[in-house]
């Protein structure tokens, strides 16, 4: 290694054992896009072929599909060198991305101070905020409407508790169950921020009463708390959550750890990889406290919603490997196109509908198959907004400013709503 390397190896260990932020100051975001089976072949191959583990915000399945790749200064030549050498061309979407995780800072800071002077804190839904601050919401709505509980799914490895709403009328019949999740990607601001969205959505409007009479709809917000505020403070690009350190490495991707072809693709055996995947299925309490929840209902939750970001996606299983379906994979699609239509309707936005593994990549021990083994019919990962291959991205990824919180709630809701509706007509 050269001196320069080096130093930055130092600087960087020093800074993740005292704890102190990250910076991504220099880094940029390239936009790939393979234009035939060779191109696609070479990125593909890019990390392996460099030996680093660039961050793909979001990669390609295929020719004409953008990957979106962040890649460190000193990493740059190289990289550029590469995508040369195999005729791709890239385009930079971001020239600096410690520039906009200050910006994003700023604007939440100036947020902050202005609700501390504020006597009676309220709550903007369409901000991002802490953890405490999102449990003191639900626990203020679960306090407001009698037909909401407050619950809890057991506590991270950090100690926060996990809450959730349960929110339906009582019956003297079981009821069917609509199960929806969030922030199983620290990261992905934008899916907590939409969970308790569609929450304040579904509890303020009396046209829903009905379907509330029918059915249950349980939502957990934030079901990675330690990896959410370690976000917030100390590193913005953290997906993971926060276990360890082994090997000096913190941290479990939550979604290769789940116990259905645990281990078998698109994970990584390093904890110091995004994707490690554990040192064995269920290995990690969050995922052990939401597959407990899954387990105990799956005869009564007929669907099951993750929320993540980002690319405008609405897939369902198998996600552990291509041109692999359930059974009844024909009724899973027919419903996820009702569900992108509804989408569709409010906003112009268009959702692409697929097979996980097919729409973007294998990769086995994440919570969406884990359901569909247990028995749970309609089961959809959502990729919210931005998606990489339009204007709406604006150079942003995972940093999807607040102002756009509001539009992919009222986009959402109605994609959730079908769902709901699909729970309704199993009764
Ligand atoms: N972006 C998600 C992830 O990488 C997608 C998961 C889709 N589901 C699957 N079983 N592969 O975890
Ligand atoms: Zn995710």
Sequence with gaps: KSWRQCLIFLVFTLNECLGFEKYYDGHVVLQVIPKNSLQFEALRK??????????????SNRVDKPADIMIPEEKLDEVQGYLKKNNLDAKTKVIDVGRLIRKEEEIL???????RLRSMPSFNLYDYHTYDDQMAYIKSIAQQYSYVHLESLGKSVEGRDIQYLKIGYPSNRPKNILFIDAGIHAR???APATAICIIDRLVTNPDYTSLLYDI?????????????EYSRTSD?????????????????????????????????????SETYAGSSALSEVEAQHLAKILDANNNTIKAYVTLHSYGEDLIYPWGYAIRTYPSDVAELKKLAHEAAEAIHAVNGTRYSVGNSADELY???????????????????????SPTSSDDNFYGYGFQFPKEFIQPT???????????????????
């Design 109 to 115: 800071e100036s947020h902050e101070s202005s609700s």
């Design 46 to 59: 890019l990390n392996e072929a460099l030996g680093f583990e660039f961050d793909f915000w979001k990669h």
């Design 216 to 228: 249950d709809i349980y939502v957990v917000p934030n079901v990675n708390p330690d990896g959410y």
């Design 188 to 190: 992905e601001w934008i």
């Design 409 to 427: 709630c009222e986009e959402t809701f109605p994609g959730i709503l079908t769902i709901a509706k699909a729970v309704q007509d199993t009764n």
């Design 236 to 272: 913005r690009m953290w997906r993971k959550n926060r276990s360890g350190p082994r090997q000096g490495c913190y941290g479990v991707d939550l979604n290769r750890n789940f116990a259905f072809k645990w281990g078998y693709s698109g994970v990584s055996r390093d904890p110091c």
């Design 362 to 384: 294998p990769a086995s021990g994440a919570s969406d198959d884990y359901s569909k083994s247990i028995g749970i019919k309609f089961v959809y990962t959502f990729e919210l």
